[in-house]
């Protein structure tokens, strides 16, 4: 499939449920939107869909003969989800893994997207029919990866890395979220998980630390009302800053290869 319009097509996954991997994706994208780029989100978490929840967005989508019309966030994000398809919240996508890697590739070529500078894909949990799919027919840039401060995550990561790395996908970072809790009142840093293992696996893997977000009660009060597009804090913006930069990165190398 081609681009058509979509400028860098980056995936976002950890390999792992639990990690926040949604909500970084919502608040890079609508970070980076607040600095002047034009970003969409493709959900293909399709059984467990939480971009609209967290950016309050409801469906029906609608196709007016040019494509199917993407929801748009507060913010200006762009975003597609299965969610959009169900009659509530709380109606389960029950599907075969068929149906659901069709529903990718319709996300993908199916959609008015119209020119973005980032494409972000919020990726499903494990390494089977979707993440395969992803990966073999849409052109990804490359892919950021989410873990949390135990040992578990950082495992289950590294089998998403190596997934990606043996399909030939780029590995542009990793991020940490949930790293530690900033005191309210002295401004330590508390881990409340257990030491940091980000810059251990980032090493191995020889790609940069994107960024370290850290336990914030305002982003699950934000998510719950539907609007965490709204967060701001000096950590999101560091990790758009260190994103863009992963991207340009890689796009340099690519034409210096070429």
């Known amino acids: 499939m081609e681009k058509r319009g979509l400028k860098h097509v980056v995936a976002i996954g950890s390999g792992k449920g639990g990690v926040g ?14 600095q002047g780029r034009t970003v969409g989100i493709l959900d293909a978490d399709i059984t467990g869909p939480s971009i609209p929840k967290l950016l309050g967005l409801t469906g ?15 913010a200006g994000v762009r975003i ?38 980032y494409l972000l894909i919020d990726m499903p949990p494990g390494t089977s029919d979707v993440p395969l799919t992803v990966f073999q027919t849409i052109p990804i840039d ?27 996908v780029p590995l542009l970072g990793v991020v940490e979220n949930m790293g530690y809790l900033a005191c309210p009142h002295c401004g330590e840093r508390i881990e409340l998980f257990g030491e940091s293992r980000v810059a251990r ?50 796009t340099k190398s690519s034409v210096t290869v070429l």
């Not at 009060?221 to 701001?232: A, C, K, P």
């Open 21 to 34: 991997k949604s909500s970084v994706t919502a608040l890079l994208a609508s970070e980076l939107v607040r």
């Open 60 to 74: 029906p989508l609608v196709d007016r003969g040019e494509g199917i019309e993407p929801a748009v966030s507060r």
């Open 80 to 117: 597609v989800s299965s969610q959009f398809m169900v009659e509530d919240e709380q109606t389960p996508v029950i599907w075969r893994g068929p149906l659901v890697t069709r529903l990718i590739t319709q996300f993908f070529g199916s959609v008015a997207w119209g020119t973005l500078d």
């Open 142 to 168: 490359g892919m950021v990866f989410v873990l949390t401060p135990q040992d578990l995550a950082a495992l289950i990561v590294k089998k998403a890395m190596n997934m990606a790395r043996d399909l030939h």
């Open 201 to 250: 696996v980032a090493q191995e893997y020889g790609i940069p630390v994107l960024g370290r977000l850290p336990v914030a009660p305002a982003v699950s009060t934000l998510s719950d009302e539907g609007g965490l597009d709204r967060h701001t804090a000096p950590e999101v913006t560091s990790l758009a800053t260190a994103f863009e930069k992963a991207v340009e990165d890689l």
